[in-house]
T-cell receptor
């Protein structure tokens, strides 16, 4: 059974600092990996999708890397803003089903 | 573009009452469809998924059921709700090619 771990569980940084969020998974036989953002009481917003054959994916200030062999992915958010405050979830796609981590709750202080 | 709708947005139901939550997707054909539950302080749990009309796979034994009467419609039901059914229910769809998943706004269910 795939197990996904996200560290840290919570993170508080001053505005402008770069964010580094970590995700690890136990089974490297994956199709792809998705990073999501969730605001309180809301659904999930897809941020980035990395295919298993890719090493990284970029969208604006967001960059996600994938090392499938070691079972790790990292989400980098450059120059954080208060609007980046949210919970970030990592999900691994195996056999058309997503396995989620518990998330990292980020607070960016103005 | 594709959109996904869920209703109702919030629901308060007594223990033992029935449940019906609806999810519809627009702008795509033959999507994979999913129901997840997010309980307070817990991660997202996959409840059901469907790769086609009438095809339902259950991930967790429970008193819930799912149906897919049309290609882009997914329904979550229960005949008798339990207190433990309280939570945030999310519907998602994924493409047949890479299955990147997109989520609806969710339904907050409180069982009293």
């Amino acid at each position: 059974k795939q197990e996904v771990t996200q560290i840290p569980a919570a993170l508080s940084v001053p505005e402008g600092e770069n964010l580094v969020l970590n995700c690890s998974f136990t089974d490297s036989a994956i199709y792809n990996l998705q990073w999501f953002r969730q605001d309180p009481g809301k659904g999930l917003t897809s941020l980035l999708l990395i295919q298993s054959s890719q090493r990284e994916q970029t969208s604006g200030r967001l960059n996600a890397s994938l090392d499938k062999s070691s079972g790790r992915s990292t989400l980098y958010i450059a120059a954080s803003q208060p609007g980046d405050s949210a919970t970030y979830l990592c999900a691994v796609n195996g056999d058309y089903k997503l396995s989620f981590g518990a998330g990292t709750t980020v607070t960016v202080r103005a | 573009s594709q959109t996904i709708h869920q209703w109702p947005a919030t629901l308060v139901q007594p223990v033992g009452s029935p449940l019906s939550l609806e999810c519809t997707v627009e702008g795509t054909s033959n999507p994979n469809l999913y129901w997840y539950r997010q309980a307070a302080g817990r991660g997202l749990q996959l409840l059901f998924y469907s790769v086609g009309i009438g095809q339902i796979s259950s991930e967790v034994p429970q008193n819930l059921s799912a149906s897919r009467p049309q290609d882009r419609q997914f329904i979550l039901s229960s005949k008798k709700l339990l207190l433990s059914d309280s939570g945030f229910y999310l519907c998602a769809w994924g493409g047949q090619y890479d299955n990147e998943q997109f989520f609806g706004p969710g339904t907050r269910l409180t069982v009293l």
